[in-house]
């Protein structure tokens, strides 16, 4: 029970130790990401650090069976360079009593990846898709990019010269503004954004400008000056079949009989069951020698892993083409990891046992 606890202990350390590591890695590339797409436009400013939170779980899914495989070599590597593994294995723990409190430990990640690919991250990648729908259909002012021509909802074009992101004020107006009835152009020093509390309706309210109408080509034209001047912007109306199959439902893939939604359950039940195999996958593959280098192992299991990975992704692949029937789906890979780590864990076994003499 000591030396369980001990191995616990050192898994746990390194497994927090590269889950920290791997988490500022991934999440600050989703974070460059989404600030670039904010950046040009694609979503409002006020929402950057709420799609950063309900993405990053979707991240989170990955990373952990990464992280709890390069913990196990990682702890297991140190042990073997220090030669603890040895008087362990004098002592009568081997292989096989590694693998009870790995394998509670690859159990306990598992069923934390499960939840996140079951159920939070589908909630997460759903919420985070409701919050820009919702964000597109009611803002069509914070949207506008300084320097280039912009379409609202309703045909309206729409030019800004610079836009002040502190208190939301728009400088330097064009407007290409196309009614029922009429097409006409304004022009306008400031503007910003204006909601009518009667009728709930929203406005681009333009300040200090001219409002030019007539034809092209005619010489009849109008010019008039106002000191307001509002462009009412359309409410977009949200669209549920935009939603992508990773934002929906566990028990509505279960109860679904297309193709499509069963590729993506077999790739969320995928998760978990990694984790588990990597973890004990992790057991023989990290054995090594007091003089062999740290790198050398580390090495070779991000091959393996990037393996392993690779051959989800193009089962994936075969599957959702229809190559590949459902009932074999993504199992055949697991199935082959399962029996390298029984080859493996056989092989060191047998190695490790006493040879009688004749």
Request: charged share 15%; glycine share 8%; aromatic share 10%.
């Amino acid at each position: 029970m000591i030396i369980q606890r001990y191995l616990l202990r050192e898994v746990g350390l390194s497994f927090l130790a590269v889950t920290l590591v791997l988490s500022l890695m991934f999440l600050s590339g989703t974070f460059i990401r989404l600030l670039a797409e904010t950046l040009e436009g694609r979503y409002p400013a006020d929402l950057l650090f709420t799609l950063f939170a309900l993405r990053g779980v979707g991240s989170m899914v990955l990373l952990l069976p990464f992280a709890l495989f390069m913990a196990v070599m990682m702890a297991l590597g140190r042990l073997y360079r220090d030669s603890e593994m040895a008087v362990l294995a004098a002592c009568g723990y081997g292989p096989l009593q590694l693998l009870k409190p790995l394998a509670l430990a690859g159990v306990v990640v598992a069923v934390l990846v499960g939840a996140l690919s079951l159920y939070v991250a589908p909630w997460a990648e759903e919420r985070a898709t409701a919050v820009v729908d919702e964000a597109g259909a009611r803002t069509g002012v914070e949207g506008l990019i300084p320097g280039q021509f912009n379409t609202l909802d309703g045909g309206s074009v729409v030019y800004v010269e610079r836009v002040d992101t502190a208190s939301k004020e728009l400088y330097g107006i064009f407007a290409l503004v196309r009614d029922q009835a009429t097409t006409y152009q304004l022009t306008a020093a400031r503007g910003h954004e204006y909601l009518d509390r009667t009728s709930g309706d929203r406005y681009l309210l333009l300040q200090d400008g001219y409002r030019y109408e007539g034809e092209h080509g005619q010489a009849e034209f109008r010019i008039i000056r106002f000191a307001e001047h509002g462009i009412r912007i359309e409410e977009r109306a949200l669209s549920p079949a935009e939603r992508r199959r990773s934002a929906a439902s566990t028990l509505t893939l279960w109860q679904s009989a297309q193709h499509g939604d069963q590729v993506e359950l077999q790739w969320r039940l995928a998760m978990p069951l990694s984790t588990l195999l990597l973890a004990l996958l992790a057991v023989p593959i990290s054995k090594g020698s007091p003089r062999q280098g740290r790198l050398l192992g580390l090495f070779l299991g991000v091959l393996i892993y990037m393996g392993y990975n690779n051959l989800l992704n193009i089962a994936r692949s075969l599957l959702a083409q229809g190559s590949v029937p459902l009932w074999l789906g993504l199992w055949w890979v697991h199935l082959s990891v399962a029996v390298l780590i029984a080859i493996l864990l056989w092989r060191q076994l047998t190695m490790a046992a006493p040879r009688r003499k004749a």
